[in-house]
């Protein structure tokens, strides 16, 4: 690799660090290029020799994010001794980083960002993330299309997670919601 490219690699780390720390203190409205050129000591024009504005940064974010999750998934689903606790682990440590790194979930789920989802096209961390949630249900979908049931599992725990961090489903029953769910999904 040359030092060019090293450079410009360390560069955009840099950066899409910045944002993510921004985003955890502040939230994604904080989180503009002229805050970020501050903050990693770069020009505006810099930055954006590197990304076309804060929704390529917002979207570079994600990426990584759904690499983390992804590994954190495989962790938990490789940790269980059978389909019925995979299951109930990956589900909890989806919730666990959902909860845990709260503004990076919602620029991998819930803000716009130009990726292109469900698609064979989408980059290799995304199809990492869903990877890991369809072997969790993989043992548990008898002669259910597993791709369908994978994104209705995945659908219903996103909303959950979702509906609660929002303040539309009080926390206390979460535990109890996420225990449905998970019923429902392995009998």
């Known amino acids: 690799m040359s030092f060019r490219r090293s450079a410009t690699n360390y560069r955009c780390r840099l950066i ?28 505006q024009p810099v930055l ?10 917002m979207a570079a974010v994600a990426v990584e994010g759904f690499a983390d999750l992804a590994a954190e998934l495989r962790a938990a689903r490789m940790s269980a001794s059978d389909p ?14 959902a909860e845990r790194r709260a503004a990076l979930y919602d620029a991998m789920f819930n ?10 096209e989408a980059p290799a961390a995304l199809h990492a993330a ?26 219903g725990l ?9 303040g539309r489903l009080p926390r206390e029953h979460h535990e109890r919601r996420l225990a449905l769910l998970l019923s429902r999904f392995s009998h």
């Open 16 to 43: 899409i660090a910045a944002a993510r720390e921004l985003a955890e203190a502040e939230g994604w409205e904080a989180v503009t290029t002229r805050r970020l050129a501050e903050r990693v000591e770069y020009s």
């Open 48 to 57: 954006y020799s590197h990304f076309n504005g804060k929704d390529a940064i």
């Open 158 to 166: 996103h909303g959950l997670i979702t509906l609660m961090r929002g």
């Open 130 to 155: 869903f990877d890991e949630l369809r072997e969790a249900v993989r043992p548990l979908a008898a002669e259910d299309d597993l791709g369908l049931l994978t994104e209705t599992f995945w659908g």
């Open 84 to 97: 019925r606790q995979s299951l109930a682990a990956v589900s909890a440590a989806y919730a666990a980083f």
């Open 111 to 120: 803000q716009t960002v130009d990726l292109p989802f469900a698609t064979p």
